[in-house]
């Protein structure tokens, strides 16, 4: 638990010396991949109590394909705000 404490006290801090733009920008791709996140995860959990075979994903994802889906969209919506904030 505490090396998790001490990661989030350094995202803090390299958070509080970004810019306010450059904040706005990371809270909203943080929000987009947030979100993304949770309506892949309800609908592979949907499907899946439905009985559609979706092989590994039958039960939701895992720890991993959840940071990978999350960073994935992260990295979108950095783009997407950069472009609308140009």
Same mark, same amino acid.
Request: aromatic share 10%; hydrophobic share 55%; net charge positive.
């Given at each position: 638990?505490?090396?998790?404490?001490?990661?989030?006290?350094?995202?803090?801090?390299?958070?509080?010396?970004?810019?306010?733009?450059?904040?706005?920008?990371?809270?909203?791709?943080?929000?987009?991949?947030? @979100? $993304?996140?949770?309506?892949?995860e309800? /609908?592979?959990?949907? =499907?899946?109590?439905? &009985?559609?075979?979706?092989?590994?994903?039958?039960?939701? @994802? $895992?720890?991993?394909?959840?940071f990978? /889906?999350?960073?994935? =969209?992260?990295?979108? &919506?950095?783009?997407?705000?950069?472009c609308?904030?140009?």
């Amino acid at each position: 638990m505490l090396p998790v404490l001490l990661y989030i006290r350094t995202c803090m801090r390299f958070i509080r010396k970004m810019d306010e733009l450059q904040r706005r920008v990371q809270l909203d791709a943080f929000l987009f991949a947030a @979100l $993304g996140t949770v309506i892949v995860e309800t /609908v592979l959990a949907t =499907l899946g109590a439905q &009985g559609v075979a979706l092989g590994p994903w039958s039960h939701g @994802l $895992g720890m991993g394909e959840a940071f990978m /889906v999350m960073f994935s =969209l992260w990295l979108v &919506g950095t783009k997407i705000a950069n472009c609308r904030y140009k």
